[in-house]
Nanobody
Framework: VQLQASGGGLVLAGGSLRLSCAASGRSLTNYHVGWFRQAPGKEREFVAAITWNWGTTYYADSVKGRFTISRERAKNTVYLQMNSLKPEDTAVYYC????????????????WGQGTLVTVSS
């Protein structure tokens, strides 16, 4: 599977963005699809994930209540709706898939897309 992340940009604090992760090459059936982010000088960290089959979602505490992950089966695409953005949300956002039960660990995911930059100004 190949993943392409898009939708990043520059936004003021308090604003919103929607990121897309489009998959090609195969269906996302049986995968967990996760969003991660990496700020300059920091480790890549988990943001949110969804199970493709059931739509079960889970989030990092830092984004719970502000971000929503969802999927659109017909387009083989996962979205990350980001509301009430804060300057600390500034990072390159990546999507990836896990066929080993998902989770929050970077090492459990593969097929990383190229990332999309989100910049939140105060």
């Amino acid at each position: 599977v190949q993943l392409q992340a898009s939708g990043g940009g520059l936004v003021l604090a308090g604003g919103s963005l929607r990121l897309s992760c489009a998959a090609s090459g195969r269906s996302l059936t049986n995968y967990h699809v996760g969003w991660f982010r990496q700020a300059p000088g920091k480790e890549r960290e988990f943001v949110a994930a969804i199970t493709w089959n059931w739509g079960t979602t889970y989030y990092a505490d830092s984004v719970k209540g502000r971000f929503t992950i969802s999927r659109e089966r017909a387009k083989n695409t996962v979205y990350l709706q980001m509301n009430s953005l804060k300057p600390e949300d500034t990072a390159v956002y990546y999507c990836a898939v896990s066929s080993s039960g998902g989770g929050r660990a970077v090492e459990d995911y593969r097929a990383w897309g190229q990332g999309t930059l989100v910049t939140v100004s105060s």
